[in-house]
T-cell receptor, first 113, second 113 residues
Framework: AQKVTQAQTGISVVEKEDVTLDCVYETRDTTYYLFWYKQPPSGELVFLIRRNSFDEQNEISGRYSWNFQKSTSSFNFTITASQVVDSAVYFCALASGFQKLVFGTGTRLLVSP | AAGVIQSPRHLIKEKRETATLKCYPIPRHDTVYWYQQGPGQDPQFLISFYEKMQSDKGSIPDRFSAQQFSDYHSELNMSSLELGDSALYFC????????????FGPGTRLTVT
């Protein structure tokens, strides 16, 4: 069975601080995909990134960066110089191919001015 | 760019009533997924369709049914509504030839009173 664990239920930071959201996954599949989604207070789910199991390169997109380590089954997400608009619930998710997404329980990030 | 469209955005029903949620995937996307997100919870997979055929099924109650039509739009039918069905219902779509990203619609917030 596939499982995603986000141990941090809530994180509170002050604007401009860096913050890392942790994600640990479990799967028996050799080919799988990892995702991060952002859910702002308005409720929609916003796709942030997809990573396949064969690509362990870290990725940076503006203030966002992701660290994928198969050895520790982790796919962590770092926001650099956080902003108030980053306040949201962030979900890490796992899928095998076109199968359903299995989500973690989410981490609620609050960025204060 | 076109996004996933869901209607209605908000729906209020009474116990034992029936509700129908509609989803219009991104053009050329061939797979549709339905997820249910209860208050403070992560999205849970209900059912998916590929090329109008059911491709996977999650913890969908027998009171719920869904289908995908010839124009690729999908409908989730919910009967004998219960208070516990109050949730945010997301539809997502993806395109097998383009990648594995599931793009989510804005969701339908169902309130059962």
């Amino acid at each position: 069975a596939q499982k995603v664990t986000q141990a941090q239920t809530g994180i509170s930071v002050v604007e401009k601080e860096d913050v890392t959201l942790d994600c640990v996954y479990e799967t028996r599949d050799t080919t799988y995909y990892l995702f991060w989604y952002k859910q702002p207070p308005s409720g929609e789910l916003v796709f942030l990134i997809r990573r396949n199991s064969f690509d362990e390169q870290n990725e940076i997109s503006g203030r966002y960066s992701w660290n994928f380590q198969k050895s520790t089954s982790s796919f962590n997400f770092t926001i650099t110089a956080s902003q108030v608009v980053d306040s949201a619930v962030y979900f890490c998710a796992l899928a095998s191919g076109f199968q359903k997404l299995v989500f973690g329980t989410g981490t609620r990030l609050l960025v204060s001015p | 760019a076109a996004g996933v469209i869901q209607s209605p955005r908000h729906l209020i029903k009474e116990k034992r009533e029936t509700a129908t949620l509609k989803c219009y995937p991104i053009p050329r996307h061939d797979t549709v997924y339905w997820y249910q997100q209860g208050p403070g919870q992560d999205p849970q997979f209900l059912i998916s369709f590929y090329e109008k055929m059911q491709s996977d099924k999650g913890s969908i109650p027998d009171r719920f049914s869904a289908q995908q039509f010839s124009d690729y739009h999908s409908e989730l039918n919910m009967s004998s509504l219960e208070l516990g069905d109050s949730a945010l219902y997301f539809c997502a779509s993806s395109w097998r030839d383009f990648g594995y990203e599931q793009y989510f619609g804005p969701g339908t917030r169902l309130t059962v009173t």
